[in-house]
């Protein structure tokens, strides 16, 4: 059972400390209010060309509704890897099973909150299918496309961050080995 089935609670999430390393389980929306950092797993998804997955949350989503986005992801539940976590949500919000390979972690203070976000890649081949209370719309796009949209349109924090340690990868894209 998902930690946001349980009743009365919302979804449980694991707090993490600048390490990145558990220090307690918590509440997602008690941990946004307080500041608290917790994981959050993504993935970069490119279709065969090499395109950019990009999408519009919905207007309905609880962060950052309507705003575009290259990640697709959400909370890793409680005792969730990040590669388990980012997968799972491939499968939720986008109704695909492709393979995620783990790519980097960072630090994100932009946002709601500061957050771990464990970045991954999925080279997506089979028809989307995306879940419409989490996505308005969608679109593949070129590298070039991308970069002309993403000063245009308003942009997920994360995902901006995200795709600049991505395609400009560095000692800045570092992060710490996703937790055993």
């Known amino acids: 059972m998902r930690a946001d089935i349980v009743s009365g609670v919302g979804e449980l999430v694991e707090r993490v400390d600048d390490l990145d390393r558990v220090v307690g389980v918590v509440d997602r929306?008690?941990?946004?209010?307080?500041?608290?950092?917790?994981?959050?797993a993504t993935t970069i998804c490119r279709d065969e060309a090499g395109r950019f997955l990009v999408s519009r949350r919905s207007d309905a989503h609880s962060r950052f509704p309507g705003h575009y986005d290259v990640l697709v992801g959400g909370a890793t539940d409680v005792g969730e890897s990040y590669e388990e976590a980012a997968a799972r949500e491939l499968a939720e919000e986008l109704g695909v099973g492709a393979p995620v390979r783990f790519l980097f972690t960072f630090m994100c203070r932009r946002g709601i909150s500061p957050i771990w976000v464990g970045v991954h890649e999925a080279v997506v081949t089979e028809p989307l299918s995306p879940d419409p209370s989490e996505i308005a719309w969608w679109s593949w796009m070129t590298e070039t496309e991308l970069a002309k949209a993403i000063d245009r349109w308003p942009f997920v924090p994360a995902g901006q961050e995200a795709l600049r340690r991505y395609r400009y990868p560095g000692p800045h894209a570092a992060g710490p080995q996703p937790p055993p």
């Open 29 to 40: 929306g008690e941990a946004v209010r307080r500041g608290w950092l917790h994981r959050i």
